[in-house]
C-alpha cells in the first residue's frame, strides 16, 4: 500500500525588500513569459534563452515555436513578423537582471521561478559588466489559472498577450480587464516596504484598500529611495494591471467613482489573506536581533549524520571523540596534551584542530550565534548552554559527535544562492569550527527578513567604478608623520600646510587624537548602538570613523570632473599602538608613484556595505580597496612623552618622516615673551630663557636628548602675547602656564631623575615646593649660576 510521504519542509522565503530591482515595461516581460508558456505547449519547466556574447536571445526552438504560434493572427494580417521579431529580441526577460525577474515573477505573481541554467553560478552575477546568462522558467500552478482564459477565449487573450508584448493591435478592452483581475489576484499575498519618517513599513495592496476608504489617495513613495518589490509596484500600477487601482507619481487612487466594489473586494481579500497567512512576515522581529552586534558569530560543519536540528534535541556538535570529556579542560597546554596524546600521528593538522576545539569549548558563550552551514542551505541558531559531553548512543547521530551545545534555532534552510559570493565563500571552509564576525549584519538583516544580497543596482548604474588616481597632481607627501620635541610647531606647522593644501579648492580634512585606548573601530569604523530617527528608539548602524569619512568623501570627489584633496590630521600617532588601530588598513599605506595604494585589502562586509550606501552600487563592487591619491594622511608624533609606543620599522617604512629641529622657527618669537620674574630686577625674555633651561639639560652633567628639549613653542602665542615693547601683556597668566606646563614637564618627565640637582637652587622635595619657590625667585630656581653659565651665554647667542 502507497501512502503520501510526509509534507516537503521548503526553504522559507527572501522577500528581497532591500533590492534596487528595476523592471521597466512590466507587461511585456509578463507577456513573454506566458506566450513561451502557451507556445511551446504549457511545460512545467523550459530553458529559454541561449548566449550571445555577453547577452542573451531567444533559444532557436522557443523562438521557432512562438513564430508558429502567431502565425495564424500573421495570415489574417492582423500580426507584422517583424514586428512581432523586433518585440522578441528587445524584450526585458532577455535584457534584465535575474534578481529583477525573480521579484516579479515570485514574490509578486508567483507565476514562475527564474534561475540560472548553471545552478551554482549566484543571482550577483549579472550586477556588474553587463553580462547576461542563460536562464530557466519554472511555471507555478498560478500559470494554469490564465490558461484557464486563454482555452474559454484563445483569441482575444492571444490578442491581448501580443499588444502588451508590444505589437500594434487591436484588444477587448473588458477581456483585457479580466485578465488584470486574475493577476491581481495571484499579487495579493506579495508584501512591499517602504520607509515612513526613519521607520519601514511592511505592507501589501489590502493595507491600500484599506486607507482608500478614508482618503482619496494613499502615498507609496516614503521617505527614502523605492527597493524592492515595492519598485514593481510602482510598474504594475504605472501600467494599469491593477484594475482597482488608479496610480500618478507615487499616489494611489480609486480606479473609478464606484468606491463601493473596491471595499467588496478588499473584504474577499481579507478574508483570503486570513486562511493564507505566512511565516514570511514577521515584522514583530525585526528589531528583535540587535544583540548579534554585541555577541559573537561561530559558522559549524557538521558533515556526519546528526539531529541537529531536531525538535527535540536542537544542538552543535564537533567530533573528537577520542578526546573524551573536555568539561575539566581550562587551559591550551591542558589540551594540546591531551590531544598529541589520542592523535599523535596527526601533527601536520595538529594547530587548527587545537584551535578548532578550544574555539567550541571555551570561545563560544551562552547567547552567540551559529551559522550551520550544509551544501545547499544554512540555519542560523542561537547558543544556550555551555559545552557539554553526550556519548550516549543515538540512531540519528554519528558516535564521533560527543561534544556539544545546546542552541536555539531561530530560522532554518534558508538558501545559500541567496548569499553574496564573500560570504558563500566563507561559508565553504573546510574547517568544523570558525568565526563570522565580518557577516554580522547580514544575520541581523536574514533575521528581520530584510536581507538584500548586497542590493541590486539599476540597469543604467549597473557598474561603479572605482578611481584611485585621480590625476590629481600636488607637491605634498601622501603620508606623512612631522616630529620633533615638544612646542616646535608640529601642529601648528601641519595645520598651515593643510590650509595651503585646500587652499581654492573644495577639499575637507578631519583632525583625530590618538590615545592609549584608540582602536580601529573608532579609526575605520564598527556597528554601534544609534538613536534612530524617531528620536525614541535605538537601532544598530555602521558608524564610520575618521579614516572612513575622510575616505569616502575622497572617493566621491575622485569620480568628479575635477577631484579635491581631502585629508586626515592624526594627532599624537604614537600614543596608541598603531597595528591594531590601523589594522589592515596598514597594506594600503604604501603608496605608487601617483600616489594610489600598491596593494588593495579586502574590504569587510560591513565596510562594503556602507561603502555601497553612501556611494552608490552594490556591495560587491567595493570588495577590495585602495586609497586614493587624493586623499592625504598626516599626523605629528612627539616621542619625548611618556605613555607612547614604539612604532615597528615595517610601519615607519610607509611614512614621510620630517624632523623640526628643537630652536625650528624661532624667530616668529624673536624679541618678544619679555617678563620681570622675581628675584631680579632684568628683563627675562621666554625664547633665551627656555634655550637655556635647554642647554642645562643637555649639559654634560645631565645628558638630556634632544626630544625631550623645549621649542619655541611649549608656551603658545596666547601665552606670550606682547606689546609693542615686546613685554608680556598678562604676567600672571604666564607665570601661572610657567609653572603649570614649564616646571611640571620638567619635574614630571624632562629631568625626573635629576630634578633635586636641576632644581638646585630651591626645596625640590615637592612639585608645589618648586612652584612657590618660583614665585619668589624667578629663573633663580634653576641654581645661583643659572643666569651667568646658561641665560647670559644664550641671550649673547643669539
Excluded at 430 to 438: E, H, P
Aim: aromatic letters at 10%; proline letters at 2%; glycine letters at 6%.
Amino acid at each position: 500500500m502507497i501512502r503520501p510521504s510526509e509534507i516537503e519542509q521548503y526553504p522559507e522565503i527572501d522577500l528581497k525588500l532591500g533590492i534596487k530591482s528595476s523592471l521597466p515595461n512590466i507587461k511585456s516581460t509578463l507577456a513573454l513569459l506566458i506566450l513561451i508558456w502557451e507556445a511551446l505547449g504549457k511545460p512545467s519547466e523550459v530553458l529559454y534563452s541561449m548566449e550571445e556574447g555577453n547577452k542573451l536571445k531567444l533559444s532557436a526552438e522557443v523562438k521557432k515555436s512562438i513564430l508558429e504560434y502567431v502565425k495564424p493572427y500573421q495570415d489574417k494580417s492582423i500580426l507584422d513578423k517583424g514586428e512581432m521579431e523586433n518585440c522578441l529580441d528587445s524584450n526585458q526577460l532577455l535584457k534584465s537582471q535575474i534578481e529583477a525577474l525573480i521579484v516579479a515573477f515570485e514574490l509578486v505573481w508567483k507565476i514562475a521561478k527564474i534561475r540560472f541554467e548553471d545552478r551554482q553560478k549566484p543571482f550577483s552575477a549579472e550586477r556588474t559588466g553587463g553580462n547576461r546568462y542563460n536562464k530557466i522558467i519554472t511555471y507555478t500552478s498560478n500559470i494554469d489559472v490564465l490558461g484557464v482564459l486563454f482555452d474559454l477565449n484563445r483569441e482575444e487573450t492571444d490578442k491581448i498577450i501580443l499588444n502588451w508584448l508590444g505589437c500594434n493591435i487591436a484588444i477587448d478592452l473588458k477581456t483585457e480587464r479580466d485578465f488584470c483581475k486574475i493577476l491581481t489576484v495571484m499579487s495579493e499575498t506579495a508584501v512591499y516596504k517602504m520607509n515612513n519618517e526613519g521607520k519601514d513599513i511592511i505592507f501589501n495592496q489590502n493595507e491600500i484598500y484599506k486607507s482608500l476608504k478614508d482618503s482619496d489617495s494613499v502615498d507609496i513613495n516614503g521617505d527614502k529611495e523605492a527597493k524592492g518589490s515595492l519598485r514593481i509596484l510602482k510598474s504594475l500600477l504605472s501600467e494599469k494591471l491593477n484594475p482597482y487601482l488608479g496610480y500618478k507619481t507615487g499616489n494611489i487612487s480609486c480606479a473609478s467613482d464606484d468606491i463601493e466594489n473596491l471595499e467588496n473586494y478588499q473584504k474577499r481579500v481579507d478574508a483570503y489573506l486570513s486562511l493564507s497567512a505566512s511565516k514570511i512576515i514577521r515584522s514583530e522581529d525585526e528589531n528583535n536581533y540587535d544583540d548579534v552586534f554585541t555577541h559573537n558569530l561561530f559558522g559549524i560543519h557538521i558533515k556526519q549524520k546528526n539531529d541537529a536540528l531536531s525538535e527535540d534535541n536542537p544542538h552543535i556538535c564537533i567530533g573528537w571523540s577520542n578526546l573524551g570529556d573536555l568539561t575539566d579542560v581550562d587551559s591550551r597546554d591542558k589540551l594540546s596534551a591531551i590531544y598529541d596524546q589520542k592523535y599523535s600521528k596527526n601533527k601536520r593538522g595538529r594547530g587548527q584542530d587545537i584551535g578548532q576545539i578550544w574555539r567550541f569549548l571555551h570561545d563560544m558563550s551562552i547567547g552567540d550565534y551559529v551559522i550551520f552551514a550544509e551544501s545547499s542551505v544554512f540555519h542560523i541558531g542561537q547558543i544556550e548552554s555551555y559545552y557539554y559531553y553526550d556519548n550516549t548512543e543515538k540512531q540519528n547521530q554519528s558516535e564521533d559527535y560527543t561534544n556539544n551545545r545546546k542552541v536555539k534555532w531561530i530560522k532554518k534552510n534558508i538558501d545559500r544562492n541567496i548569499l553574496s559570493a564573500n560570504m558563500h565563500n566563507s561559508l565553504k571552509t573546510a574547517m568544523s569550527v570558525w568565526t563570522l564576525n565580518d557577516y554580522k549584519s547580514v544575520v541581523v538583516d536574514l533575521l528581520r527578513g530584510t536581507y538584500t544580497k548586497d542590493g541590486e543596482i539599476d540597469m543604467e548604474d549597473e557598474y561603479i567604478e572605482l578611481i584611485y588616481n585621480t590625476k590629481i597632481s600636488l607637491d605634498y607627501e601622501r603620508n606623512r608623520i612631522v616630529f620633533g620635541a615638544p612646542g616646535t610647531g608640529k601642529s601648528f606647522g601641519l595645520k598651515k600646510d593643510c590650509d595651503n593644501l585646500l587652499k581654492d579648492t573644495e577639499g575637507s580634512y578631519e583632525r583625530v587624537t590618538f590615545h592609549p585606548d584608540y582602536s580601529y573601530s573608532q579609526f575605520v569604523g564598527t556597528y554601534k548602538p544609534v538613536m534612530d530617527i524617531d528620536g525614541k528608539s535605538i537601532k544598530y548602524d555602521f558608524v564610520p570613523g575618521p579614516f572612513m569619512r575622510v575616505y569616502v568623501e575622497a572617493l566621491r570627489s575622485g569620480r568628479t570632473d575635477n577631484p579635491q584633496p581631502h585629508l586626515l590630521l592624526i594627532e599624537e600617532i604614537n600614543r596608541a599602538k598603531v597595528a591594531a588601530v590601523f589594522g589592515d588598513v596598514f597594506q594600503l599605506l604604501d603608496r605608487d608613484a601617483a600616489g594610489v595604494s600598491e596593494y588593495e585589502i579586502q574590504a569587510s562586509e560591513d565596510i562594503r556595505r556602507y561603502l555601497a550606501d553612501k556611494l552608490g552600487g552594490n556591495p560587491d563592487n567595493y570588495q577590495k580597496i585602495r586609497i586614493p591619491n587624493n586623499m592625504f594622511i598626516w599626523s605629528t608624533m612627539n616621542s619625548a612623552d611618556q605613555g607612547v609606543f614604539p612604532m615597528d620599522t615595517a610601519f615607519k617604512r610607509r611614512w614621510n618622516f620630517e624632523y623640526l629641529g628643537i630652536n625650528k622657527n624661532e624667530d616668529q618669537i624673536s624679541g618678544i615673551g619679555k617678563i620681570k620674574l622675581a628675584g631680579s630686577d632684568e628683563t627675562v625674555e621666554w625664547n633665551i630663557l627656555r634655550r637655556a633651561i635647554n642647554a642645562k639639560m643637555s649639559s654634560e652633567q645631565f645628558k638630556i636628548n634632544e626630544d625631550k628639549l623645549m621649542g619655541p613653542f611649549f608656551l603658545s602665542k596666547k601665552i606670550i602675547a606682547s606689546d609693542e615693547n615686546g613685554m608680556i601683556i598678562n604676567s600672571d597668566k604666564f607665570v601661572d602656564a610657567f609653572k603649570s606646563k614649564v616646571i611640571m614637564y620638567l619635574y614630571e618627565d624632562a629631568v625626573k631623575q635629576g630634578k633635586h640637582r636641576f632644581f638646585d637652587g630651591c626645596d625640590s622635595s615637592k612639585y608645589s615646593s618648586v612652584c612657590d619657590a618660583f614665585d619668589k625667585l624667578g629663573m633663580g630656581i634653576f641654581g645661583a649660576n643659572f643666569k651667568e653659565n646658561f641665560y647670559d651665554e644664550q641671550r649673547d647667542e643669539i
